[in-house]
């Protein structure tokens, strides 16, 4: 018997079906951000990363251009499995022939090109208003700013950007995720929490006062507790989110780094399925900060995947990844980070859900414990070198890895 054999009969005797739990797997889709590949750069403004958010390290290689930056995606997602969709932002646009519009001007044309290789590949595409690293953003201030024409600018910004998303949808034919998130807080103690979260409100009131087909773009809102330079206080804030999400009928978007160090976001997913038709995530590695990590196969990502899963709720939560990591080969970064939220929800395809929650109804903690401490060490590896096998792939990544970083990240012209 081999090792996928083997390991199906010990699957078997919990009740778990290792067929029906790669079957799912494979259905997956996961939206993979683009901005690991470039340290969150993008190509349309000088400025520096702004916004309370940074990349740490200086790893040889990163993508400077948009023709890098698509090798790279490539070479990436060769060696991730599954169903992919790839994650832009409105600051990778592509400018042809010399021209250049700023942000609140961007229109679908300027991603023609990023439709063209999504679509050569197979691949949708979902999208992100940039609301940070650019001169208009004043006094760490976007949608929330006292000054009419910074408010306006940006206002114009996301009405644009949910044009360019219904763009993807049409041209991909899979609906676009749209994901709003501003930077806006400040360092130290407000003198008014409420009238920011008011100017927020309103602009938001006013982006999606613009009419745009629903079944094509799901609108998300992405609520942070702090960011670097804005330690005190943040505009959009958990509360904030969740309840204009409710208000307006759009998506709350949870990102694991976004909260207090001991809340977890696998303990809120439950409560925000009750009352939200979809709920999006953000996965990511926080590290006493939201630090972005790479994705490792952690309790959390474990606990995160779990709740999807025995909630039957795969079709509800739009996943997507957002971590970005300058300290190590970008490519291996990706990889890693994919593979081990795959290989967590494939973790928790393979537990007997319906058998624990009964244990827990029957207030049988005793045997809870010992079984759920019991599938730890079931192979689950096994399956996932069957589930890679079926696609082509091996858990030998490095090697590959690390000829393309020599012939192609080495070689890179370098000012
Ligand atoms: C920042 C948010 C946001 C960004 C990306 C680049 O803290 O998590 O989602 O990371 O949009
Ligand atoms: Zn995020």
Redesign the pocket.
């Known amino acids: 018997m081999n090792r996928y054999e083997s390991a199906k009969e010990i699957y078997k005797s919990f009740g778990i079906d290792t067929e029906e739990a790669i079957k799912k797997l494979n259905e997956t889709m996961i939206s993979v951000?683009c901005?690991q590949g470039d340290d969150?750069v993008g190509f349309d403004s000088p400025s520096a990363l702004s916004?309370?958010?940074q990349t740490t390290g200086n790893y040889p290689g990163k993508a400077t251009t948009p023709e890098e930056l698509m090798q790279d995606i490539e070479k990436a997602f060769s060696l991730i499995p599954g169903k992919k969709k790839l994650n832009l932002?409105a600051s990778y646009a592509i400018f042809e022939d010399g021209e250049f519009v700023d942000r609140d001007k961007l229109e679908p044309k300027h991603f023609k090109k990023w439709v063209q290789f999504a679509k050569s590949h197979g691949w949708a595409l979902d999208f992100?208003p940039?609301l940070f690293s650019h001169s208009m953003v004043k006094d760490n201030l976007t949608l929330s700013s006292p000054d009419k024409e910074t408010r306006e600018f940006w206002i114009n910004h996301c009405k644009q950007c949910i044009k360019i998303s219904e763009y993807f949808a049409t041209q991909t034919g899979v609906p676009c995720v749209m994901?709003i998130?501003i930077?806006d807080g400040l360092k130290d103690i407000p003198a008014d929490r409420f009238t920011p979260r008011k100017r927020f409100k309103d602009s938001l009131d006013e982006i999606l006062s613009v009419p745009y087909d629903k079944s094509k773009v799901y609108i998300t809102l992405?609520s942070?507790v702090f960011?670097i330079g804005l330690e005190s206080y943040t505009v959009g804030s958990a509360e904030f989110s969740l309840s204009y999400s409710t208000y307006k009928g759009i998506t709350p978007l949870m990102?694991n780094?976004?909260y207090h160090p001991t809340e977890m976001v696998s303990d809120k997913i439950s409560s925000l399925l009750l009352f939200h038709d979809k709920i999006a995530l953000?996965i990511?590695r926080p590290v006493r900060w939201?630090s972005?990590h790479v994705i490792l196969l952690d309790d959390e990502t474990k606990e995160i995947a779990k709740e999807i899963i025995r909630n039957d709720a795969l079709d509800r939560v739009l996943i997507a990844t957002?971590y970005?990591d300058a300290s190590i080969n970008r490519i291996s970064a990706w990889v890693t980070g994919l593979r081990n939220l795959h290989k967590a929800l494939l973790f928790a395809l393979l537990q007997p859900n319906d058998m624990l929650k009964k244990l827990q109804d029957e207030n049988n903690f005793t045997d809870l414990m010992i079984i759920q401490e019991a599938l730890k060490t079931a192979p689950l590896g096994d399956v996932w070198d069957e589930y890679l096998k079926r696609q082509g792939l091996d858990n030998c990544y490095a090697e590959d890895i690390k000829k393309y970083e020599k012939q192609v990240l080495c070689v890179r012209n370098r000012e």
Do not use: A, L, R
């Open positions: 951000h901005w969150v916004g309370g958010i932002h992100n940039t994901n998130w930077p992405e942070k960011g990102d780094g976004h953000h990511t939201d972005d957002d970005f």
